[in-house]
């Protein structure tokens, strides 16, 4: 009888497991890959599925990993006129993560990001020109602790799909770039901290 009933329940949570699964998969969006194939409009970040990272030197022995947690970027284009595209992102400064909050505070101070003074980093493109199928160059100005300079990101776009959990057209889109601090006057305790800085951003995009 035990025998029995142990097959039976053996069978009911393989049941469960294959009907639970088979929900996976329909929820799971049929991506396109092909920029061709993505819907032109406006996108708003999706703040949920987004992370911005920054990577340092520290004494020229190991990469510093950080990131800042509120951000928000619009984007814009048309797959078929991708030199008309615009990225707008503005970053919250107090917002960094780096998992030590001492030194999250200190770095809020006037001999590094400055926030008091200058709350946000923003970035706006003016250019974008094609790198690959997929890729492309977004150029702009970044401005951060008061002070603006030219910036070009390197974006790839990972495809999009109708997302049946929010309603909504996604796109996948990441971004790296990299640049020097001292150019915006935070020159502090270079080399032993490194000048450049690498920032990375994941991201999905509603439309």
């Known amino acids: 009888m035990n025998r029995t ?3 039976k329940q053996t069978l009911l949570a393989i049941l469960v497991t294959l009907s639970l699964s088979s929900c996976v998969s329909w929820l799971a969006p049929n991506v396109k890959t ?3 194939e993505l819907q032109a409009g406006e996108y708003q ?5 987004a992370a911005l990272i920054f990577k340092i030197q ?5 990469t510093y990993v950080g990131r800042f947690n509120q951000f928000d970027a619009a984007l814009n284009f048309d797959p078929n006129n991708m030199a008309a595209a615009s990225l707008k992102a503005v970053v ?3 917002s960094i993560d780096i998992n030590n909050a001492d030194l999250a505070e200190t770095l809020q101070n006037s001999t590094w990001f400055n926030s008091e003074r200058f709350a946000q980093a923003s970035f706006t493109s003016h250019t974008v020109t094609a790198i690959s199928d997929g890729r492309f160059n977004f150029s702009g100005d970044l401005t951060f602790r008061g002070v603006t300079k030219p910036m070009t990101f390197k974006a790839t776009f990972h495809g999009g799909a109708n997302n049946w959990l929010t309603g909504k057209y ?3 889109f990441s971004a790296v770039g990299q640049i020097r601090r001292s150019d915006f006057g935070m020159d502090s305790y ?4 490194g000048d450049e800085v690498d920032l990375e951003i994941y991201a999905e995009f509603l439309k």
């Not at 970040?45 to 599925?49: E, K, R, V, Y």
């Not at 270079?190 to 901290?193: A, D, G, K, S």
């Open 5 to 7: 009933r142990r097959v």
């Open 34 to 36: 092909e920029l061709v």
């Open 45 to 49: 970040l999706d703040s949920q599925h």
């Open 58 to 62: 520290h004494l020229g022995l190991s």
């Open 92 to 94: 919250d400064i107090r």
């Open 170 to 172: 996604t796109i996948g």
């Open 190 to 193: 270079i080399p032993i901290v």
